[in-house]
């Protein structure tokens, strides 16, 4: 599921793709993808 979770899809449409996965599923992974980003630092550099 990990490739298709910056997609802006239904979870309907995640489940009928991923039929082993229930939309608890995709909900989790949504959560553990915002917190992955939320956790992430990323240095600015000056534009040249």
Known sequence: ???VVGEARKDEELVAEFPQRSTDD???????????VDERVLTLRPAR
């Open 26 to 36: 995709v909900a989790e992974a949504l959560r553990d993808a915002a917190a992955a």
């Open 1 to 3: 599921m990990r490739p």
